[in-house]
Nanobody, 127 residues
Framework: QVHLAESGGDSVQVGGSLRLSCVAT????????LAWFRQTPEKDREGVAA???????VYGNSVKGRFTISTDFSKATLYLEMSSLEPGDTGVYSC?????????????????????WGQGTQVTVSS
């Protein structure tokens, strides 16, 4: 059974940095897709970044160059390093997972491609 639990959300000033963590248990080291999504009441859920077990990584255009997704399987943890934060980065950030055993150089950022979800952690960026 896959279980996901996020942490690290906080309120920060514009230009600040945060690191989100997602403890992800129940996944194979090489057979997974993991992603970060964010959502606000005004917007649909947005795929921020995704990573595959074969090393593929993709980012949404709005976060390229500012956010970094990574995994540490020794700690069963997915990370999202966020820098140069903007008010538009405000939202509830959730991690999502899917079992996937094929090669993937471009893991999906569509929410319907993921079965397992965490509860989410709030990030608020204010000026």
């Amino acid at each position: 059974q896959v279980h996901l639990a996020e942490s690290g959300g906080d309120s920060v000033q514009v230009g600040g940095s945060l690191r989100l963590s997602c403890v992800a248990t129940g996944l194979s080291r090489s057979g997974y897709l993991l992603a970060w999504f964010r959502q606000t009441p005004e917007k649909d859920r947005e795929g921020v970044a995704a990573i595959s077990g074969t090393g593929g990584i993709v980012y949404g255009n709005s976060v390229k160059g500012r956010f970094t997704i990574s995994t540490d399987f020794s700690k069963a943890t997915l990370y999202l390093e966020m820098s140069s934060l903007e008010p538009g980065d405000t939202g509830v950030y959730s991690c999502a997972a899917e079992h996937y055993y094929g090669p993937s150089s471009r893991p999906p950022r569509r929410p319907d491609k993921y079965t397992y979800w965490g509860q989410g952690t709030q990030v608020t960026v204010s000026s």
